[in-house]
C-alpha cells in the first residue's frame, strides 16, 4: 500500500469515527495542564487525575505552588511514579514561572522548554492542548502505533517519528491526529495483546497486512 493512501484512509476513519477527540487529563489553565502533563511522564492520566484535585486546591497558581516546599508538593503525588523528581521538577518550574514570566506559562515552544521538568513532548502538548497550534506530541503509544500501523518507518526516536508524521498529516489535523493516535494505543492497538478484531482501521495496517 502506497503510504500517501495508508495516511489518507486512516485519517479519513478517525475523522468519522472519533470527530471529538482531546487530553483525558484534567485541567483548568495551561498551568495545571503543565503540571499535569509533567505528572503524567511514565503515568497514567487516570492516576494522575486521581492526584491533580487535591494539588491544585492546595496550590491552584504558579504563585502558590512557587511558595510550598518540595516536601509538601511530594505529600500530594507521592503516589505517582517518580514523585521525588517530579516534586522537584514542579517546585523549580513554579518558582521559575514566577521569576521570568510574571507567573504565567509561556505560548513559545523553546521557552516552554527551558522550563523544569519540560521537554520536547511536554512542549508539543502544551503547543496542541493549552494553546492550538499544530504540533505532534509522541509519547510510547504515539511511537508504537505509528510505527506499528505503517506511518512511520525506521524511526528509531520520538524525534524521528514526529518529523514523519508531521511531514504527511496536514497541519489542521496535526494535533486532533496526535490524540486519535494515542486513544487507539491506549484502548485498541495496546503494547500487548492489540484488539486487532476490533480495530476500525485493520485493513489498512501494515502489521495486519503482514508488510
Known amino acids: 500500500m502506497e503510504l500517501k493512501e495508508r495516511y489518507d484512509r486512516v485519517l479519513a476513519w478517525f475523522r468519522e469515527e472519533m470527530p ?12 495545571q495542564l503543565l503540571v499535569a502533563v509533567i505528572l503524567s511522564a511514565q503515568c497514567t492520566d487516570k492516576r494522575v487525575n486521581m492526584v491533580t484535585p487535591a494539588l491544585f486546591e492546595r496550590f491552584p497558581t504558579a504563585e502558590a505552588m512557587a511558595g510550598a516546599t518540595i516536601e509538601e508538593i511530594f505529600e500530594l503525588i507521592r503516589s505517582i511514579s517518580y514523585p521525588n523528581n517530579k ?6 518550574m513554579a518558582k521559575k514561572l514566577m521569576n521570568e514570566f510574571n507567573g ?40 508504537r502505533v505509528a510505527d506499528r500501523i505503517g506511518l512511520v518507518t ?15 498529516i496536514p497541519a489542521e489535523w496535526l494535533s486532533r491526529a496526535h490524540h486519535w493516535l494515542i486513544l487507539h494505543g491506549r484502548y485498541v492497538c495496546t503494547a500487548r495483546s492489540p484488539k486487532c478484531g476490533e480495530c476500525g482501521i485493520k485493513n489498512w495496517c501494515r502489521k495486519q497486512n503482514g508488510e
Request: charged content about 20%; hydrophobic content about 40%.
Open 154 to 168: 525506521g524511526a528509531r526516536t520520538p524525534l524521528e517519528t514526529e518529523k514523519q508524521l508531521v511531514a504527511n
Open 104 to 143: 504565567e506559562v509561556p505560548s513559545d515552544f523553546e521557552l516552554l522548554q527551558t522550563l523544569p521538568g519540560v521537554g520536547r513532548k511536554t512542549a508539543n502538548v502544551m503547543e496542541a492542548v493549552a494553546f492550538g497550534r499544530p504540533a505532534m506530541p509522541v509519547d510510547t503509544h504515539v511511537f
Open 20 to 31: 471529538v477527540a482531546d487530553t483525558e487529563l484534567r485541567y483548568n489553565n495551561p498551568f
Open 87 to 92: 516534586s522537584k521538577h514542579l517546585s523549580a
